[in-house]
């Protein structure tokens, strides 16, 4: 849009036209050289008005040029040519609003790869059970099957089916938590009712391994139970899945005025040096991982109890064995 078709303008105009018409005719009913000096100092006034209006014009329409190169991609525009003046205050937050939107940029475009990344190991990890599912579908369907080898394969199937369900419940958890609409309560939580609790879906198969658990201490936190719980769980599996038989998994809580702590070991083989930094990465397996493992369980055990202003570190006992490391802090860290 040009100057003068700027509906400001054109009324700024029209009155600075009226005050000259004004001031004319009072010169002129003084004398004739009045007249000519009045005319002369509006029509001055009227072309320096118009001048600094097209100057404060032709800045705003090269201002919105650049702003239109920044929005589509192009960086590199400098602003500080609009830091005089009454332009400072413009650039400033312009500034802030560009550096903002740049931010939420690449945040975003991380966020796309990320996701990119999670839904293709989602993909692998559900390709495998299915896969498993399929091949046993078609063996159950075809005819002369011994029964020992058909319940064997049904055996089979259902395991799967439980690998694949628990797969599908821990990623919706992990989903929620990221996208931060999972509520977590908190509220008071005996700390050795939740180990207890957390174990107590292993106590089977640790019985089957000869394998024992031990729980000393007491402790209490501000949290949520049932969270808290699956985040213990994923830990004790982890542990029972490496311990020998006949081996002993130990949890020990105590109380200090900075945190409630969590120490969970085990009496296995410890933990692969290399494995120790990628631990708690999503869908990490590590060299000793279990076949059945689809390294989401100590990710998910982080994401809950960091959730819950907690902190959790994995390291390798002298004695031997894994060790896991849990503090409930009981003000913001």
């Not at 174990?199 to 394998?211: D, H, R, Y």
């Not at 930094?277 to 590590?286: I, K």
């Amino acid at each position: 849009m040009k100057l003068r078709q700027d509906p400001g303008f054109r009324r700024q105009a029209a009155v600075l036209g009226l005050f000259t018409l004004a001031g004319g005719a009072a010169g002129f009913a003084l004398s004739l050289e009045a007249g000519i000096l009045a005319l002369a100092l509006c029509a001055a006034f009227f072309l320096l008005t118009a001048g600094f209006a097209w100057r404060r014009y032709k800045t705003m329409e090269q201002l919105c040029q650049d702003l239109d190169r920044l929005l589509h991609g192009n960086t590199a525009v400098n602003l500080d040519a609009y830091t005089e003046g009454a332009w400072s205050v413009l650039h400033s937050q312009l500034t802030k609003l560009i550096g903002q939107l740049l931010d939420q940029a690449d945040l975003l475009a991380k966020d796309k790869v990320r996701l990119s990344g999670f839904l293709a190991d989602i993909s692998h990890q559900i390709r495998t059970p299915l896969t498993a599912l399929n091949l046993l579908g078609a063996q159950l369907a075809g005819s002369g099957l011994p029964e020992e080898k058909r319940r064997q394969a049904g055996r089979e199937l259902r395991r799967q089916l439980e690998r694949l369900d628990w797969l599908v419940s821990a990623l919706l958890r992990m989903s929620r938590l990221d996208a931060g609409v999972a509520q977590l309560r908190r509220e008071p939580v005996d700390l050795a009712q939740a180990v207890e609790q957390a174990a107590a879906p292993l106590a089977i198969a640790m019985e089957l391994a000869g394998q024992t658990l031990r729980i000393q201490g007491q402790g209490q936190i501000l949290g949520d139970l049932s969270w808290t719980t699956e985040a213990l769980g994923n830990i004790f599996k982890n542990c029972m899945e490496h311990t020998p038989a006949g081996g002993c998994i130990t949890a020990e809580l105590s109380e200090s005025p900075l945190y409630t702590q969590l120490i969970i070991w085990d009496t296995g083989s410890g933990i692969d040096p290399e494995d120790l930094p990628h631990l708690f990465d999503r869908f990490y397996r590590g060299k000793n991982a279990a076949a059945q493992s689809v390294g989401i369980g100590l990710s998910l055990a982080r994401m809950i109890l960091t959730a819950q202003n907690a902190t959790i570190q994995a390291a390798n006992r002298i004695q031997g064995g894994a060790q896991f490391l849990i503090r409930f802090y009981k003000s913001a860290v």
